[in-house]
């Protein structure tokens, strides 16, 4: 699956692009998904500590899931 996450505050990759590829996705085997985390900025989005970081996480693992059939994956961020 193709999962699009774009956060609302993003001024280096704004959502719209996020919506034009899921556009442009469509009609290809694998689906498309759009998400939107509302106040995230683009480095919110990669970095586990915060909320836009956690929900991206689970947004991928969901995908995985979807995709191998797996009963659960550890997401969590490696330990320093």
């Known amino acids: 699956p193709h999962v699009m996450i774009s956060g609302t505050l993003d001024r280096l990759v704004p959502p719209w692009l996020g919506y034009e590829t ?6 290809h085997e694998a689906p498309v ?3 939107d985390i509302a106040g ?8 586990p500590g915060t909320d836009a970081g956690r929900q991206v996480l689970t947004r991928i693992a969901r995908a995985v899931e979807r995709t191998m059939g797996a009963e659960s994956i550890d997401m969590q961020p490696a330990a320093r």
């Open 33 to 35: 998904e759009r998400v």
């Open 40 to 47: 995230a900025g683009h480095f919110d989005l990669v970095h």
């Open 22 to 27: 899921a556009v442009a996705f469509r009609g």
